[in-house]
């Protein structure tokens, strides 16, 4: 009975301090915040193609490459769009790149409105850390998009 307490309790131990680390490294690595503009978009019945400018600012202390953007919805979020690219931020600068997706025809009502959009970023951080960072970005109204 004993063994098995004392395994238990290494086994919270392990556990406790791979989360922490985890989390400790993802907070090290990324500091990503935003904004984007829908530029083109097309009806294709139930969904919606659109053709996305993003503009994204590394806030963090090391360059970032991101690998990967995922358009995230709280509407549907097993029907999130993923485009592969690869990116470059250097520390305390911004970039902007176009992306085109197809989402569901109720989650383009919803940017219209003025809803922020929610990317899951893959990003590679210093010395090859990896993480997945959820960045809200706000709407660029017409006109003020760099």
Wanted: charged share 15%; net charge positive.
């Amino acid at each position: 009975m004993n063994r098995r307490i004392v395994r238990t309790l290494h086994l919270l131990l392990l556990t406790g301090l791979f989360i922490s680390t985890a989390f400790a490294m993802a907070s090290t690595v990324s500091h990503l915040s935003g904004s984007y503009q829908i530029l083109q978009t097309a009806d294709l019945g139930p969904q919606t193609y659109i053709r996305l400018q993003l503009r994204l600012a590394n806030r963090g202390q090391a360059d970032l490459r991101i690998q990967r953007i995922t358009l995230w919805s709280f509407l549907s979020p097993g029907k999130s769009a993923t485009n592969s690219c690869s990116l470059v931020i250097p520390t305390g600068a911004s970039t902007s790149t176009t992306q085109l997706f197809t989402i569901p025809r109720s989650e383009y009502r919803s940017l219209t409105r003025g809803t922020p959009l929610r990317l899951l970023v893959a990003v590679e951080g210093p010395e090859g850390h990896k993480a997945i960072e959820l960045v809200r970005l706000d709407p660029i109204s017409r006109g003020k998009a760099n």
